[in-house]
C-alpha cells in the first residue's frame, strides 16, 4: 500500500513538473514565436486594442497603410488608401488570416512591442496612457511605384527598381495583385469569400511575383556569362566564332539565333558585339568554354544559389550545379534550360554592375519611427550582401564591372533595347526573350545613368504580355523599363545633378 502510494507521489510529482517546464517554454521562451505567429487569431484580435503604426512611403509624408477608429467590436480598421497599389509592400492585416509582408515582418513594431520602446510603454502604462505602434518608413517611392504599375498595365508579370549603391528597394510591382482593404474587412463572411476567391484564381494574385516567382531570364542571363567571360581572361574586344548554328556536343541538337542565320554578316564577333546584339551561338560557345563550374561561380557571386534571407516572402534564384553537362552548359549559359531567377534578383545583379561589382542586400524598410515625436527608433543600413562561401559582396572586378556596363550602353544606344533610352541620358541594358510553353517570357534589366547608376530595374512579362508569341524583351519589356527608370530619375532627367551622357558605343 505504501509503495503504491509512493509511485502515485512520484508520478504526481513528475507531471507537475513537467507542467512547470512546459509552462515555462511557453510563456518565457515561445511567448514572442507564438504571439508572432497568424494562426495565434486570439493575439491578431487583441492587436486591435492598439492603436496600430503607420507604413510610409520612402517620401515621408505618403501613408501607405494606416488605422481608423470603429464603433465595432474590433476597435481599429485598418485602412490602404492606395489600395492595389502597395499590396505586396505592405502586405495586409486580417483578424482571420493574418499578417504578410511588412505587416508581418514589422509586427513588433507597428504594435509598439519592440524591445526598443520598453521604456516609454512603461512610462505610457504608469501615466495611464494607451499603447501606440511605431510608424515603418519604406524604401518605396510612390513616383517610381506608379510608374512600374501604369507601364505594366494589365500584363501579368513584374518590376522591381532598386538603388545599386544602397540596395532600397524604390519599386516592387506585381501584377496581378489584389485590395488589402478587403482582407482587412471585419466582416468575416466577406474576408473569407475574398480570400477564397484570391486563393482559387489562376494567376495567383496574392504571389509577389518580384520576389517569389521564378522563370528562365533568357538572354539577361548573358551579362552572367559575359562576366565569366572576362573573368576567364577575355576582353570587351575578344573575338569569337559566329556560326549560325552551334550543335551541342554529345548531341544532335543546335542552338540557333533569333531570327535564324549568323550575327552581324557571319564574320567573327567580339563580346561587345554578341551582346549588343545578343548572339546565342557566341553565348553558348562561352558557356562551353569557361566550362560548367566558373558558370556556376560565377553565377553564385551574384547571389544565385542562395536564400536571401530577406524580411519579405522571397525564394532564391537558381543554377543547379548537378548534372550540368556540357548540353545544359551551353543551354544555361543563354539563360534557358535550368537556370531559374526572381525579377528581384536580376535587379540585384544589375546593381552589382552599376555599384563597381558590389552586390548588395536588398532592402524595403529604412526606418522605424516614434509615433509621437517622429525620431528615429531603429535605422536599417544599407549592408553589403555576401553569398555563403564567398570571401565578400564582390561579385565581378571593378574592372569587369565597367566593362560590362559599357557593353550594355552599347545594347540600349544600338541593339536589342533601344526602347529603354532615355533622352540625355545613357542608360545600359540587356534584353531577355525566355522560350516558354505558348508565348515567351519577356525581361529587360538595366540601370540608369550608366556612368553613376541611380536606378537598377528588372522587368518581366509573363506569356509575351499584349503581344502573345511574337512578344521579344526589346519591344515589350524595355518600354516598361525606360518609364521606370525616368521616374526614378525624376521629371528632368538632364537636371544639373546627373551627369553628362556619356559616348553611346557602337
Known sequence: MIGSLRRVAVTVFVLFAAL???????????????????????????????????????????????????DGTLRFQRVYDHGELYAHVTG????????????????????GSGAEVFGRNLTDLLAGRETVGEDVV?????????????????????????????????????????DPNLMAAHEPAAVREYAEALQAAEDEPLRNRAMAARYNPGSTFKIVTAAAAL???????????????LTLPQTTATIGNFGGGPCRGGNPISLRQALIVSCN??????????????????????????????????VPSVLPAENLDPPATAQSAIGQRDVQVTPLQM???????????????????????????GETVQEFPPSAFVPPGQPDARAVS?????????????????????????????????????????????????LAPAEDPQVAVAVVVEEGGTVGIGATGGGVAAPIAQAVMEAALGDDPTDPGTPEPSEPEG
Not at 92 to 111: M, P
Not at 286 to 296: I, K, P, Q, S
Open 398 to 446: 571593378a574592372e569587369h564591372a565597367a566593362a560590362l556596363r559599357d557593353m550594355m550602353v552599347g545594347v540600349v544606344s544600338s541593339g536589342t533595347g533601344t526602347a529603354a533610352a532615355i533622352p540625355g541620358v545613357a542608360v545600359a541594358g540587356k534584353t531577355g526573350t525566355a522560350e516558354a510553353e505558348g508565348a515567351p517570357t519577356v525581361w529587360f534589366v538595366g
Open 92 to 111: 495586409h492585416h486580417s483578424f482571420i488570416f493574418g499578417r504578410s509582408q511588412v505587416e508581418q515582418a514589422y509586427n513588433e513594431f507597428l504594435t
Open 20 to 70: 512547470f517546464v512546459n509552462l515555462n517554454y511557453l510563456q518565457v521562451i515561445r511567448a514572442a514565436d507564438l504571439a508572432e505567429d497568424n494562426r495565434n487569431t486570439r493575439g491578431l484580435i487583441a492587436e486591435y486594442d492598439v492603436r496600430r503604426g503607420s507604413i510610409i512611403a520612402g517620401d515621408g509624408r505618403t501613408e501607405l497603410a494606416r488605422v481608423e477608429d470603429t
Open 138 to 178: 519604406t524604401t518605396v517611392r510612390p513616383s517610381v511605384q506608379t510608374a512600374a504599375r501604369d507601364a505594366l498595365g494589365a500584363q501579368r508579370g513584374a518590376v522591381v527598381a532598386l538603388h545599386p549603391q544602397t540596395g532600397a528597394i524604390l519599386a516592387m510591382w506585381s501584377n496581378p495583385t489584389y
Open 281 to 314: 551561338t557566341t553565348f553558348a560557345q562561352l558557356g562551353l568554354d569557361v566550362g560548367a563550374e566558373a558558370l556556376v561561380a560565377q553565377a553564385e557571386r551574384f547571389g544565385l544559389n542562395t536564400d536571401l534571407e530577406l524580411e519579405l516572402s522571397t
Open 347 to 373: 535587379a540585384m545583379i544589375a546593381g552589382a554592375v552599376g555599384n563597381g561589382g558590389m552586390l548588395m542586400t536588398p532592402r524595403i524598410v529604412e526606418r522605424v519611427e516614434d509615433f509621437a515625436t
Open 231 to 245: 573573368a576567364a581572361g577575355s576582353t570587351a574586344d575578344s573575338t569569337f566564332p559566329n556560326p549560325a548554328e
